[in-house]
């Protein structure tokens, strides 16, 4: 970046962090399992650790991007406040689970001493983050937290999530004012918890582009399939993108320009959420995506010229997955230049190196497109 270069006012992220969220401590064992068969001498630790966000903090406090960002300290939620999303019934189940010390959600969600500190911060600084948009203190924030929330549903903690952060903060949109809200969601997973809790809702159209993994188990009972479309005035409001693993940048480009930017032309959000993870990159442990820093950079330009045309700018960004220690933090940093509209790439991409051939995502894409264009409603003419 040109060192004259003035950055204008309203074109800076707010980011919304607090390091209590780094004591959620997630265990070792073979991947995220927490067990210890005994046939490794070094055992990993769980892909969701301190360490993949304290390298995501730093890259923003000492990479190109620092310029463009205010800093803003998050706070806890108050319990009060997660019955917008969250039954009374499963928010007593983690309290409770929190004063026995600890439990296991699922065979890789683990609520230890520290984490239900975290979760609360998570959520609630997400909060704040939502709340400084609404009351017109910046048009882009930026949640930085953990655990990550988008696979956590109104009663069930599921993949590594307890409290749906990006949910609260849709439900705390609309309770301001907002009449529709996107959600569009690029973690490598099915975002099922967001689609679960507005499944029957028009007001909140969800977006989930995801490698096609399937339900796994009664914590994750949706398939993120493309006929999983919403029930009752929901119906069609819960877009699922299931994409072929490999399906890299020039693929997810096709995504976005073919499903996503169509779908959000007509459904005119005043409010836009962005639920980024990084485990959709090509060198992620829990995915197969192939998305390289440009790819992040394109989806981050993508959403600011939607967010430009419909919600005044306004764009919201939740931290999720993503799980190479190194990769993810770069790929947020461009996810962030690209929302950032900068002209010239800020930072070079270290790893990326793989081929892509898009013929074979494009065949999906378009297979999708056809499928939606039959069955919804509002895309009938998208
Ligand atoms: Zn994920």
Not at 28 to 37: E, L
Not at 77 to 91: K, M, P
Not at 114 to 121: C, M, P, T, Y
Request: aromatic share 8%.
């Amino acid at each position: 970046m040109a060192s004259a270069e003035v950055i204008p006012a309203d074109n800076l992220i707010h980011v919304f962090w607090h390091e209590g969220m780094l004591k959620h401590d997630t265990g070792i064992g073979v991947h995220s399992k927490g067990i210890d068969p005994g046939f490794l001498d070094i055992l990993e630790k769980h892909p969701e650790n301190a360490d993949r966000v304290r390298n995501m903090y730093s890259i923003l406090k000492r990479g190109p991007i620092l310029p463009f960002i205010s800093w803003h300290q998050g706070r806890p939620a108050l319990i009060s406040e997660l019955l917008s999303f969250h039954t009374q019934e499963y928010v007593n189940e983690l309290i409770e689970a929190d004063r026995n010390g600890e439990k296991k959600f699922s065979g890789t969600t683990f609520l230890n001493p520290g984490s239900w500190d975290a979760a609360l911060l998570a959520a609630g600084t997400t909060l704040s983050a939502m709340k400084h948009i609404i009351d017109g203190h910046g048009k882009v924030a930026y949640a930085l937290v953990r655990p990550p929330g988008h696979h956590a549903q109104p009663a069930q903690a599921d993949g590594y999530c307890f409290l749906n952060n990006a949910g609260l903060a849709v439900q705390l949109a609309l309770n301001s004012g907002c009449r529709k809200v996107v959600v569009l969601d690029i973690d490598v997973h099915y975002g099922n918890g967001a689609g679960e809790g507005f499944y029957h809702s028009d007001k909140v159209l969800t977006i989930s582009l995801h490698m096609n993994h399937g339900s796994w188990g009664p914590s994750h009972p949706q398939g993120g399939t493309i006929d999983e479309l919403g029930e009752g005035e929901g119906f069609g409001y819960n877009l699922n993108i299931p994409l072929p693993n490999g399906t890299g940048d020039k693929g997810y480009g096709y995504a976005m320009q073919h499903l996503v930017v169509p779908a959000i032309e007509k459904f005119e959000p005043d409010m836009m959420v962005l639920v980024a993870g990084q485990d959709s990159s090509a060198f992620d442990p829990n995915g197969r995506q192939c998305l390289t820093m440009e790819g992040y950079r394109e989806i981050g330009r993508t959403i600011r010229g939607m967010a430009d045309k419909y919600s005044n700018g306004r764009v919201l960004i939740v931290q999720e997955g993503g799980y190479h220690v190194t990769y993810a933090a770069y790929c947020l940093h461009a996810t962030l230049e690209g929302v950032l509209n900068v002209s010239e790439p800020l930072l070079s991409d270290p790893l990326a190196y793989y081929p892509e051939d898009e013929s074979f995502p494009t065949k999906v894409i378009e297979a999708i497109k056809k499928y939606q264009k039959e069955v919804v409603p509002f895309l009938k003419d998208a």
